[in-house]
Protein backbone atom coordinates (compact mmCIF):
# COMPACT_ATOMS: atom_id res chain seq x y z
CA UNK A 1 0.00 0.00 0.00
CA UNK A 2 1.67 3.61 -1.09
CA UNK A 3 1.15 5.82 1.77
CA UNK A 4 2.03 8.93 -0.77
CA UNK A 5 -1.36 7.60 -2.23
CA UNK A 6 -3.48 6.60 0.50
CA UNK A 7 -5.92 9.58 -0.38
CA UNK A 8 -6.30 9.53 -3.82
CA UNK A 9 -8.78 7.59 -5.17
CA UNK A 10 -6.99 6.58 -8.57
CA UNK A 11 -5.89 4.41 -10.98
CA UNK A 12 -3.92 1.13 -9.47
CA UNK A 13 -1.32 -0.64 -11.19
CA UNK A 14 -2.54 -4.00 -12.90
CA UNK A 15 -6.75 -2.88 -12.46
CA UNK A 16 -9.19 -1.16 -14.62
CA UNK A 17 -10.73 2.16 -13.94
CA UNK A 18 -13.66 0.50 -11.68
CA UNK A 19 -11.42 -1.93 -10.16
CA UNK A 20 -8.65 1.02 -9.40
CA UNK A 21 -11.82 3.14 -7.10
CA UNK A 22 -12.60 0.21 -5.31
CA UNK A 23 -9.15 -1.36 -4.69
CA UNK A 24 -8.58 2.40 -3.36
CA UNK A 25 -11.70 2.90 -0.90
CA UNK A 26 -10.63 -0.73 0.48
CA UNK A 27 -6.79 -0.14 1.18
CA UNK A 28 -7.83 3.37 2.86
CA UNK A 29 -10.18 1.27 5.30
CA UNK A 30 -7.62 -1.31 5.71
CA UNK A 31 -5.14 0.86 6.37
CA UNK A 32 -6.73 2.89 8.94
CA UNK A 33 -7.74 -0.73 10.38
CA UNK A 34 -4.02 -1.82 10.59
CA UNK A 35 -3.08 1.82 12.38
CA UNK A 36 -5.95 1.20 15.16
CA UNK A 37 -4.72 -2.04 16.16
CA UNK A 38 -0.80 -2.14 15.05
CA UNK A 39 0.87 -2.43 18.73
CA UNK A 40 -1.57 -4.56 20.53
CA UNK A 41 -1.20 -7.52 22.78
CA UNK A 42 -2.34 -10.28 23.11
CA UNK A 43 -4.51 -9.81 26.33
CA UNK A 44 -5.63 -6.55 24.89
CA UNK A 45 -6.44 -7.94 21.61
CA UNK A 46 -8.62 -10.95 23.70
CA UNK A 47 -10.05 -8.63 25.95
CA UNK A 48 -14.05 -9.01 26.73
CA UNK A 49 -15.82 -5.93 28.13
CA UNK A 50 -18.42 -8.71 29.72
CA UNK A 51 -19.68 -11.86 29.00
CA UNK A 52 -21.52 -11.40 25.60
CA UNK A 53 -18.50 -9.08 24.21
CA UNK A 54 -16.61 -9.47 21.33
CA UNK A 55 -12.48 -9.18 21.69
CA UNK A 56 -10.59 -7.06 19.12
CA UNK A 57 -8.91 -10.07 18.27
CA UNK A 58 -12.74 -11.78 16.90
CA UNK A 59 -13.48 -8.70 15.00
CA UNK A 60 -10.28 -8.93 12.95
CA UNK A 61 -10.98 -12.68 12.28
CA UNK A 62 -14.57 -11.67 11.09
CA UNK A 63 -13.25 -9.41 8.84
CA UNK A 64 -10.94 -11.98 7.31
CA UNK A 65 -13.63 -14.47 7.08
CA UNK A 66 -16.25 -12.02 5.32
CA UNK A 67 -13.71 -11.40 2.48
CA UNK A 68 -13.11 -15.30 2.31
CA UNK A 69 -17.08 -15.47 1.93
CA UNK A 70 -17.61 -12.88 -0.34
CA UNK A 71 -14.61 -14.03 -2.37
CA UNK A 72 -16.55 -17.69 -2.78
CA UNK A 73 -20.12 -15.47 -3.29
CA UNK A 74 -18.78 -13.32 -6.06
CA UNK A 75 -15.51 -15.23 -7.98
CA UNK A 76 -17.17 -18.47 -7.84
CA UNK A 77 -21.14 -17.22 -8.14
CA UNK A 78 -22.05 -19.77 -5.04
CA UNK A 79 -22.68 -20.20 -1.69
CA UNK A 80 -19.91 -20.99 0.25
CA UNK A 81 -19.92 -25.11 1.39
CA UNK A 82 -20.44 -26.22 5.01
CA UNK A 83 -16.85 -27.82 4.65
CA UNK A 84 -15.71 -24.08 3.99
CA UNK A 85 -17.42 -22.92 6.14
CA UNK A 86 -16.41 -24.49 9.18
CA UNK A 87 -12.99 -23.36 9.14
CA UNK A 88 -14.48 -19.80 8.92
CA UNK A 89 -17.46 -20.35 11.76
CA UNK A 90 -15.99 -18.39 14.87
CA UNK A 91 -14.92 -15.75 12.73
CA UNK A 92 -18.32 -14.99 11.03
CA UNK A 93 -20.74 -15.97 13.76
CA UNK A 94 -18.69 -14.30 16.22
CA UNK A 95 -20.39 -15.37 19.07
CA UNK A 96 -19.41 -18.45 21.66
CA UNK A 97 -17.86 -20.00 19.27
CA UNK A 98 -15.58 -16.99 18.25
CA UNK A 99 -15.33 -16.46 22.37
CA UNK A 100 -14.26 -20.01 22.81
CA UNK A 101 -11.66 -20.40 19.73
CA UNK A 102 -10.50 -17.04 19.19
CA UNK A 103 -8.27 -16.50 21.36
CA UNK A 104 -4.50 -16.36 22.43
CA UNK A 105 -3.26 -14.81 18.42
CA UNK A 106 -0.22 -11.72 18.31
CA UNK A 107 -1.39 -9.22 16.23
CA UNK A 108 0.96 -10.41 13.77
CA UNK A 109 -1.42 -13.69 13.02
CA UNK A 110 -4.37 -11.33 12.57
CA UNK A 111 -2.41 -8.92 10.15
CA UNK A 112 -0.97 -11.83 7.99
CA UNK A 113 -4.60 -13.04 7.79
CA UNK A 114 -6.09 -10.01 6.55
CA UNK A 115 -3.14 -9.51 4.31
CA UNK A 116 -2.87 -12.81 2.73
CA UNK A 117 -7.43 -12.87 1.93
CA UNK A 118 -6.77 -9.27 0.20
CA UNK A 119 -3.80 -10.26 -1.75
CA UNK A 120 -5.98 -13.37 -2.83
CA UNK A 121 -8.94 -10.87 -3.79
CA UNK A 122 -6.67 -7.92 -5.57
CA UNK A 123 -4.73 -11.53 -7.80
CA UNK A 124 -9.00 -12.16 -8.44
CA UNK A 125 -9.86 -8.61 -9.27
CA UNK A 126 -6.39 -7.95 -11.67
CA UNK A 127 -7.99 -11.15 -13.50
CA UNK A 128 -11.52 -9.74 -14.22
CA UNK A 129 -12.72 -6.90 -16.58
CA UNK A 130 -14.63 -3.96 -14.64
CA UNK A 131 -17.90 -4.99 -16.02
CA UNK A 132 -17.98 -7.59 -13.42
CA UNK A 133 -18.15 -5.20 -11.17
CA UNK A 134 -21.77 -4.51 -12.43
CA UNK A 135 -22.99 -8.27 -12.68
CA UNK A 136 -26.09 -8.04 -10.93
CA UNK A 137 -27.54 -11.82 -9.27
CA UNK A 138 -30.36 -11.86 -5.93
CA UNK A 139 -28.96 -11.23 -2.92
CA UNK A 140 -30.26 -10.40 0.26
CA UNK A 141 -33.89 -11.12 0.27
CA UNK A 142 -33.92 -11.93 -3.05
CA UNK A 143 -33.16 -8.36 -4.41
CA UNK A 144 -30.83 -7.95 -6.62
CA UNK A 145 -27.01 -6.79 -6.14
CA UNK A 146 -23.93 -6.03 -8.38
CA UNK A 147 -20.56 -7.27 -7.56
CA UNK A 148 -19.70 -3.76 -6.51
CA UNK A 149 -22.04 -3.82 -3.77
CA UNK A 150 -20.94 -6.64 -2.46
CA UNK A 151 -17.02 -5.66 -2.06
CA UNK A 152 -18.70 -2.12 -1.10
CA UNK A 153 -20.25 -4.30 2.08
CA UNK A 154 -16.73 -5.95 2.78
CA UNK A 155 -14.80 -2.60 3.66
CA UNK A 156 -17.81 -0.96 4.93
CA UNK A 157 -18.65 -3.86 7.15
CA UNK A 158 -14.73 -3.51 8.35
CA UNK A 159 -15.24 0.02 8.98
CA UNK A 160 -18.13 -0.44 11.19
CA UNK A 161 -16.10 -3.56 13.49
CA UNK A 162 -13.20 -1.09 13.06
CA UNK A 163 -15.78 1.67 15.21
CA UNK A 164 -16.10 -1.20 17.43
CA UNK A 165 -12.07 -2.07 17.75
CA UNK A 166 -11.79 1.91 18.89
CA UNK A 167 -14.12 1.77 21.65
CA UNK A 168 -12.89 -1.35 23.02
CA UNK A 169 -9.64 0.35 22.89
CA UNK A 170 -11.15 2.96 25.09
CA UNK A 171 -12.55 0.79 27.02
CA UNK A 172 -9.31 -0.97 28.01
CA UNK A 173 -7.63 2.20 28.64
CA UNK A 174 -10.33 3.24 31.25
CA UNK A 175 -9.40 0.25 33.07
CA UNK A 176 -6.00 0.69 32.98
CA UNK A 177 -6.07 3.52 34.47
Avoid at 72 to 78: A, D, G, K, Q, Y
Avoid at 108 to 122: G, M, P
Amino acid sequence: MNLDTLYLIDQKDGLGQEFSKLVSMMNFTRFTTMEAVKDLTVEELDFLFDEDANSIGMLLAHMAAVEKVYQVLTFENREPTDEELLPLLPGLDLGNLGREQIKGNTIDYYLEQLAAVRNTTIAMFKMLPDEWLFEQTPFWRDRPANNFFKWFHVFEDELSHRGQIRLIKKMLRKLKR
